[in-house]
Nanobody, 118 residues
Framework: QVQLVESGGGFVQPGGSLELSCAAS????????MGWYRQAPGNQRELVATITTRSAYVIDSVKDRFTISRDYAVNTVYLQMNSLKPEDTAVYYC?????????????WGQGTQVTVSS
């Protein structure tokens, strides 16, 4: 069994920063891609950023403020969020496309709340 454990969410004022982290543990044999999605109340879940061994992608609306990175040694992905805006308020979910003992599967974290408000 594989688990994705997220941390780093919280409450921050506009203009502030947060760093989210997500660690994959358990029977992880290899990871193709890890990423972050977010879902605001009343909205669909949307991709924010994704990273593989070859490239990183961040959606246009946040690419000047958010950075995705990965520590391959500990199967952890990070999302550094700067200059946060109220519209960034959402539950942020970690996602991993990986191989475990059962083959190639996609796993999700439990979500971490990010609230940006004055």
């Amino acid at each position: 069994q594989v688990q994705l454990v997220e941390s780093g969410g919280g409450f921050v004022q506009p203009g502030g920063s947060l760093e989210l982290s997500c660690a994959a543990s358990g029977n992880v044999r290899a990871i193709d891609a890890m990423g972050w999605y977010r879902q605001a109340p009343g909205n669909q879940r949307e991709l924010v950023a994704t990273i593989t061994t070859r490239s990183a992608y961040v959606i246009d609306s946040v690419k000047d403020r958010f950075t995705i990175s990965r520590d391959y040694a500990v199967n952890t992905v990070y999302l550094q969020m700067n200059s946060l805006k109220p519209e960034d308020t959402a539950v942020y979910y970690c996602n991993a496309d990986l191989y475990d003992n059962y083959g190639n599967l996609v796993y999700w974290g439990q979500g971490t709340q990010v609230t940006v408000s004055s």
